[in-house]
């Protein structure tokens, strides 16, 4: 029961409207949206507890090789007002963490550095720009890979992310659907797993 109301968290939140989605999008863009995309479905294809993504036309070219391949794109978008609200929570959490560890019983369980851990890991997962960095080294990583696609970024801000669009299912829809489709996929699954650790890993050594 919980795990099912928590991968609702990863594609299935309640969506924000567009019209604040473009405010965000033209804010990061510094110039009209349709400038720069010929078109952009205004319904999600899929909406997270931090941000959205909309199916979109590039009417710029990239620099891509394949250009006719990459004009469809996704575009990942976070959600107004998120940073204030995480920042908020973690701030309520702190606070009721000091009145926790003031029991010395508490202490052991050094619920400070957890809280302090979540805050950087919030950080980085509100800064579009980061995810763009990894998913550049995640792809470069896989080159050799006979099993995993990575999607490109096109380009990336604070609180944008524009990748190369690829047609694909979430791997929820086999282990729900079809245990033994979901079994013959998991082997890409602990790829992808392996190869984002080796990755982080290496970036972090940096």
């Known amino acids: 029961e919980y795990a099912v109301a928590l991968e609702a968290l990863q594609d299935n939140c309640p969506a924000v409207n567009f019209s604040e989605i473009r405010k965000i999008i033209e804010s990061s863009l510094g110039k009209n949206i349709n400038e720069v995309f010929e078109t952009i479905d205004e319904t999600p294809i899929a909406s997270g507890s931090i941000s959205q993504v909309h199916k979109a036309v590039l009417k710029i070219q990239t620099n891509s090789h394949n250009n006719k391949n990459k004009k469809t794109v996704a575009v990942k978008v976070l959600k107004p007002n998120i940073r204030y609200e995480m920042f908020r929570d973690i701030k309520l959490m702190k606070l009721i963490v000091s009145y926790i560890e003031q029991h010395e019983k508490f202490k052991k369980y050094k619920l400070s550095r957890i809280i302090q851990e979540f805050e950087e890991w919030t950080a980085a997962e509100l800064d579009l720009t980061i995810e763009a960095y990894n998913a550049g080294i995640i792809k470069k990583n896989s080159v050799k890979s006979k099993t995993l696609y990575i999607p490109e970024v096109i380009f990336s801000k604070e609180q944008l992310l524009v990748y190369e669009y690829v047609e694909g299912k979430s791997y929820t829809h086999y282990g729900a659907n079809n245990p033994d489709e979901f079994k013959k996929h998991l082997v890409n699954v602990l ?12 970036n972090s050594s940096h």
């Open 191 to 202: 790829e992808l797993k392996d190869l984002y650790r080796k990755s982080t890993r290496l």
